[in-house]
C-alpha cells in the first residue's frame, strides 16, 4: 500500500481545514452535525459481529471498536473544555494520550457502552451549544499541545469534522469488506 493510499484511509474526507465563515448559520449546521452523530454511528455499528468490530480501518489503525470508544472518550473531553472556557478566562485545558487510551481495557468493551454515553453526552453537548451567543463562540481556551488559543466557533467545527471523520472510517471499511 502506498503513502498516498495510507493517507486516504487515515483521512477518508481530508484533513481539518479551518472555515473562513462562521456565520450563525454555519454554526447550526456544524450543531445539526454533532446531534446527529451518535445515531449515525449507532446505525452503522450496532449490528456488526465481533470479529466485524475488531477489524482495523486501516493497517496499524485502530479496530471499529477503539474508533467507537475513542469517540466517547474524545467527546466527554470536549464537552469538558466547552464548559471550562465558558466557565474560565482562556483556562488551560489538560490534554489527553488518545492513542494510549484506545489501548486501555475499556476500549476492547461491547461498544454499546460507548454509544449510550455519546447519546448523553451530545444531548447535554448540543443543548448547550444551542444554548449558546455569539460572543460564547468567541471565548477560548488554551491547548498546551499546540501551544495556542483555540474558539469555541472553531472548535466546534473541528468536532463536526471529527464527527464526518471517524464516521467515515468505518463506512469506507464496511463498504471495502462488502458489509451491510
Known amino acids: 500500500?502506498?503513502?498516498?493510499?495510507?493517507?486516504?484511509?487515515?483521512?477518508?474526507?481530508?484533513?481539518?481545514k479551518k472555515p473562513e465563515d462562521?456565520?450563525?448559520?454555519?454554526?447550526?449546521?456544524?450543531i445539526a452535525d454533532i446531534e446527529a452523530f451518535p445515531e449515525k454511528l449507532k446505525k452503522e455499528v450496532l449490528h456488526l459481529s465481533d470479529e466485524q468490530l475488531d477489524t482495523p480501518y486501516r493497517p496499524?489503525?485502530?479496530t471499529i471498536r477503539q474508533v467507537v470508544h475513542h469517540c466517547a472518550?474524545?467527546?466527554?473531553?470536549?464537552?469538558v473544555r466547552f464548559k471550562l472556557a465558558l466557565t474560565e478566562d482562556k483556562p488551560v485545558i489538560k490534554p489527553y494520550?488518545?492513542?494510549?487510551?484506545?489501548e486501555l481495557t475499556d476500549a476492547k468493551m461491547p461498544v454499546l457502552s460507548a454509544?449510550?454515553?455519546?447519546?448523553?453526552?451530545?444531548?447535554?453537548?448540543?443543548?448547550?451549544l444551542k444554548s449558546m451567543s455569539e460572543s460564547d463562540f468567541k471565548r477560548t481556551f488554551?491547548?498546551?499541545?499546540?501551544?495556542?488559543?483555540?474558539?469555541?466557533d472553531v472548535n466546534t467545527?473541528?468536532?463536526?469534522?471529527?464527527?464526518?471523520?471517524?464516521?467515515?472510517?468505518?463506512?469506507?471499511?464496511k463498504k471495502s469488506k462488502n458489509w451491510n
Not at 456565520?23 to 456544524?30: K, L, P, R, T
Not at 494520550?97 to 484506545?102: F, G, L, P, Q, V
Not at 455519546?118 to 444531548?123: D, K, T, Y
Open 142 to 152: 488554551v491547548h498546551p499541545q499546540h501551544g495556542r488559543e483555540l474558539a469555541l
Open 97 to 102: 494520550e488518545e492513542n494510549k487510551w484506545a
Open 22 to 30: 462562521f456565520s450563525a448559520q454555519v454554526i447550526q449546521q456544524f
Open 1 to 16: 500500500m502506498t503513502e498516498e493510499e495510507l493517507e486516504i484511509l487515515r483521512f477518508p474526507i481530508g484533513k481539518f
Open 157 to 173: 467545527a473541528i468536532y463536526a469534522w471529527h464527527c464526518h471523520h471517524h464516521l467515515a472510517h468505518i463506512i469506507e471499511l
Open 73 to 79: 472518550d474524545s467527546h466527554i473531553n470536549s464537552i
Open 115 to 128: 454509544l449510550i454515553l455519546l447519546e448523553g453526552v451530545h444531548q447535554k453537548w448540543v443543548f448547550l
Open 60 to 62: 496499524e489503525g485502530w
